[in-house]
């Protein structure tokens, strides 16, 4: 087997779909963006994953998705309805990494006029 290469038949579209989603569930852009946090492979981030692969990331999804907030839990509430979460772009979480000072001193060098809430 050559190196990268799956060790087994290709997931099914059907698969592959059923993953994105969930993953989009989670808080995730796409594969990529859910490598570190799911432990996908170079290859798995590329979107290419066998059926039991596929399979296996499935049932983890699913589980977490299915378990109630331990906190909630743990304080013996329930969850009520919660709002979707909001799934920020590559670009918004780039931002996280500068201090307010440093954005409004970038803002205001391209003339805008910045101002503490």
Known sequence: MAFGQSSGPSASHRQIAQLVELLQQAGHTDFRDARGPMGFTQR????????????????????????????LAAAGKH???????????????????????????ALQSRGWVVMEP
């Open 79 to 105: 969850e009520p309805n919660t709002p979707p979460v909001v799934r920020r772009t590559a670009a918004e979480r780039a931002l996280d990494k500068f201090s307010d000072h440093e954005l409004a001193t």
């Open 44 to 71: 798995q981030a590329g979107g290419k994953f066998t059926i039991d692969e596929a399979e296996a990331f499935i049932a983890e999804l699913e589980e977490q998705l299915a378990e109630p907030d331990p906190s």
